[in-house]
T-cell receptor, first 113, second 113 residues
């Protein structure tokens, strides 16, 4: 049973436009969420986080939105750049899971020039 | 420069052979983790350690073993009992405190001959 879902395996966006990556979770005890970006054959790199006490967090071109009632978060990238092409993972943690992270399956973003 | 190193980058295993993947961190992190990534899937937790000389099984520990004799090091052994070892293995670490970012190494790709 997948506790963290990323229902879009892939997404293509034109350079300069907005990319929106979605993530849904089933466990209401999750209270901290991270987004990672991963290039092939490399380790994931941390992008942005959000705690359940917030509904939005911004860092440069990256904004994460959290809707606790819907158990949904999204990552917005504006403007999208070709270098953003990668796999994006959503991860969640909470006291119920010993602070370990549960990862979604990832969404492959392609930013087209 | 602080970070997490993994070696080797590529590793080949023969049938019936045990192999050990190295993970070292100089971030002074208490907690370390091993994940496995298969194509099209998220990261699955193999083992984790919150403190030296202590470690816990993750979701897919069968066929793997670990040790945590030093804070900086968390080697993973893939034993002959692991019937499908071909995957990308990622080591990570964090402070072990709630709502802290987890950082990843560059990964090791294990292939079976």
């Amino acid at each position: 049973d997948q506790q963290v879902k990323q229902n879009s395996p892939s997404l293509s966006v034109q350079e300069g436009r907005i990319s929106i990556l979605n993530c849904d979770y089933t466990n209401s005890m999750f209270d901290y969420f991270l987004w990672y970006k991963k290039y092939p054959a490399e380790g994931p790199t941390f992008l942005i986080s959000i705690s359940s006490i917030k509904d939005k967090n911004e860092d440069g071109r990256f904004t994460v939105f959290l809707n606790k009632s819907a158990k949904h978060l999204s990552l917005h990238i504006v403007p999208s750049q070709p270098g953003d092409s990668a796999v994006y993972f959503c991860a969640a943690s909470g006291d119920n899971y010993g602070q370990n992270f549960v990862f979604g399956p990832g969404t492959r973003l392609s930013v087209l020039p | 420069d602080g970070g997490i190193t993994q070696s080797p980058k590529y590793l080949f295993r023969k049938e019936g052979q045990n192999v050990t993947l190295s993970c070292e961190q100089n971030l002074n992190h208490d907690a370390m983790y091993w994940y496995r990534q298969d194509p099209g899937q998220g990261l699955r937790l193999i083992y984790y350690s919150q403190i030296v000389n202590d470690f816990q099984k993750g979701d897919i520990a069968e066929g793997y073993s670990v040790s945590r004799e030093k804070k900086e090091s968390f080697p993973l052994t893939v034993t002959s009992a692991q019937k499908n070892p071909t995957a990308f293995y990622l080591c990570a670490s964090d402070s072990g405190q709630p709502q802290e970012t987890q950082y990843f190494g560059p990964g090791t790709r294990l292939l079976v001959l």
